[in-house]
């Protein structure tokens, strides 16, 4: 059973739609992402919380928002999306020990697969 | 720039041949940490390797190893005796701090029985 929980797994909403993705982990990690993973393309990092605080947030469109309440949980809400935002989102947590410690590896979810009609 | 290269896109091989994945990368920082992930078809990427950059020991594990080289910045991943089970997407990963991981855009393996 993976550590990292993601729903729903596949997801079909139009373009004018407000959904929303889960992802919950159970390893005590500190620090949760949302990948965007397409064909043909390197797995794209969209949001990352440390300790629920947001680090980094690679210029990713204003319809995509991130949420996170506490350590074991990431929601990504969806808003007006576009077809060519069709994909596979992973969740993916770490124990991350900063700039002077050890990098930890990434844990992933199953993904959740988005189809904008 | 960090940047991850897998140059092979897709592979096929009969089971029980060998088979190396190769990843190069790129990078100006002296510490640094290399990963490889495997993504079966259910779509989770399961960690299989990390190695930091002053640790230059190939490993083993059962019928995978890892060939590091600082010197050509590569980081292969060979598989022994493949099996149909292996059968994947393989990534490989650069990163240098807690929460910046850099991925190559993978390496899709088919063993045919």
């Known amino acids: 059973e993976t550590g990292v929980t993601q729903t729903p797994r596949h997801l079909v909403m139009g373009m004018t739609n407000k959904k929303s993705l889960k992802c919950e982990q159970h390893?005590?990690?500190?620090?949760m992402y949302w990948y965007k993973q397409s064909a043909k393309k390197p797995l794209e990092l969209m949001f990352v919380y440390s300790l629920e605080e947001r680090v980094e947030n690679n210029s990713v469109p204003s319809r995509f928002s991130p949420e996170c309440p506490n350590s074991s949980h990431l929601f990504l809400h969806l808003h007006t999306l576009q077809p060519e935002d069709s994909a596979l989102y992973l969740c993916?947590?770490?124990?991350?020990?900063?700039?002077?410690?050890?990098?930890?590896?990434?844990?992933f979810g199953e993904g959740s697969r988005l189809t904008v009609l | 720039a960090q940047k991850v290269t897998q140059a092979q896109t897709e592979i096929s091989v009969v089971e029980k041949e060998d088979v190396t994945l190769d990843c190069v990368y790129e990078t100006r920082d002296t510490t640094y940490y290399l990963f490889w992930y495997k993504q079966p078809p259910s779509g989770e990427l399961v960690f299989l390797i990390r190695?930091?950059?002053?640790?230059?020991q190939n490993e083993i594990s059962g019928r995978y190893s890892w060939n590091f080289q600082k010197s050509t910045s590569s980081f292969n991943f060979t598989i022994t005796a493949s099996q149909v089970v292996d059968s994947a997407v393989y990534f490989c990963?650069?990163?240098?701090?807690?929460?910046?991981?850099?991925f190559g855009t993978g390496t899709s393996l088919t063993v045919i029985p």
């Open positions: 990963a650069l990163s240098q701090t807690g929460n910046q991981f850099y």
């Open positions: 390893l005590g990690h500190n620090a």
């Open positions: 190695r930091n950059s002053f640790d230059e």
């Open positions: 993916a947590s770490s124990q991350d020990q900063g700039v002077f410690g050890t990098v930890g590896e990434l844990f």
